[in-house]
């Protein structure tokens, strides 16, 4: 578990990760508030975790069931030590069922934006000087169905009868949504009521300078051995390698797999923007074969991302000759990878304490076993937007730096059926209009991505030139969002969409329809595999 350097002075706010997707999230939150936070498991007893001395806790979501058999649990006596408490989602059943109130699963599941409204006139400190009604993020399917005794309930929603309790006295908070998500439009000033007002903590910690710190660390991991980075032309691994060469310079190659799951323009992309940025080596592997091979006759998404995962170590493993001939020292071998790994990839891969796995990251749960590098992964704590102000930091050029996503797996997880090398160029002539026509429209940075997708084993009935055709939807999924974590879809202009689907149709061979994604995540996720 990756927790920043903590001062003496400190105490930490203890997140108890209960297998959440977004454990990472709350603590970030706690140290945009200035105060130091930190992360442990669940699995920890109520005295290891009150011999860490916390300021205070935050019990995390997870998605277990309070009363399912074998469910992560809290025993009582954490909330009798006198240490303040704020439960989200799971912890907050968790703190009810603990405490003698009542959770059970009505069926009444609540995913994505929800009104939440204050019921008590005086709502106690965690709700102070909100609104009586505030949007807020969901994701769970049980609920409190009573407060335990002592507690005032604080707020309802229409799936949530108890969607935030407190009792003041004892410093014990919790609230069903989750606060620490940006698009819970109030949640920053929920967590901040909680420290502030209910912990009585002050603001008075601060980042140390991540740059500093990361490229001290990166020096006395790699010594003087010799490295290659993952390189796609993302804002991530650009921001990885630059990190990494400003610590070890001339030790380090980047590499580019040109996998055959490109869109179009991208490969020379890499080249124009990345080498002019920042001077690194590149090599350029073509490696188009070997991803069609292994991908020949695969639907699952999981096992697509697996094989894609492992092939692109095998690429990089096959580009070490030539990397190694222009080295210095003979007999040099390649031991280490960089990779621009975020938090997102390595919690939605499973990588959480407990947490499920959503989709396995060809960066992290599709590594394969044998993987002979070590890894070098500078940002694996941290998450997009704080990455984009590294990279500015550093000087990267916002060309880089403000890129939207584009998954590593690429169009190879946006074909949903098996790739095939005809079903690639269409979905590329597609997202090549999708692309040029949000750009036409200047709303590159107002959305966060889109990605394009192409349902290859649907076909629907349409009527082109008076004859009819059988052909593909295809899908467009223009997310807004700050981290990945939680997006919402992007309202585009009616009149962008129009020429967006006009063009596709009338351009595209095989497509007769265009659709559009009106999901949030949760629960959908941004990309369909
Ligand atoms: N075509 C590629 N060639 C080499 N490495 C790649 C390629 N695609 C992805 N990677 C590696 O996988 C990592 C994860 O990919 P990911 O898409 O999350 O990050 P990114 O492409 O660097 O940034 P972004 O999220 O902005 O697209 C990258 O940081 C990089 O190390
Ligand atoms: O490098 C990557 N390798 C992957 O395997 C992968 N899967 C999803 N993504 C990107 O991650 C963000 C969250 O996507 P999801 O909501 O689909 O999980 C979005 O920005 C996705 O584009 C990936 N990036
Ligand atoms: N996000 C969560 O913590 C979910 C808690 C629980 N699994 C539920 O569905 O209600
Ligand atoms: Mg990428």
Redesign the pocket.
Known sequence: MTNPVPTPEHKPVLVVDYGAQYAQLIARRVREANVYSEIVPHTLTTEQILAKDPAAIILSGGPASVYAEGAPFVGPELFEAGVPVLGICYGFQAMAKALGGKVAQTGLREYGATDATAVLEKSGSILKGLPGVQNVWMSHGDSVQEAPEGFEVLATTGGAPVAAFANDAKRLYGVQWHPEVKHSVYGQRVLENFLFDGAGLEPDWTTGNIVEEQVERIREQVGTGRAI????????????AALVQRAIGDQLTC?????GL?REG?AEQ?ERDFVAATGAKLHI?DERERFMNALAGVTDPETKRKIIGRE?IR??EASEAAIMADAAAEGDKVKFL?????YP?VVESGGGEGAANIKS???VGGLPEDLQFELVEPLRALF?DEVRSVGAQLGLPAEIVQ????????LGIRIIGEVTEERLELLRKADAIARAELTAAGLDREVWQMPVVLLADVRSVGVQGDGRTYGHPIVLRPVSSED?MTADWSRLPYELLARISNRITNEVDGVNRVVLDVTSKPPGTIEWE
């Open positions: 980075c993952g390189l796609s032309g993302g804002v991530d691994s650009a921001v990885a590499v580019f797999v040109n996998h490109l991208e890499v592997a692109f690429a990089f960089v990779q621009g790994t975020l990839d990251h060809h960066n997009k890129r939207q996503p584009f998954p590593g797996p690429g990945a």
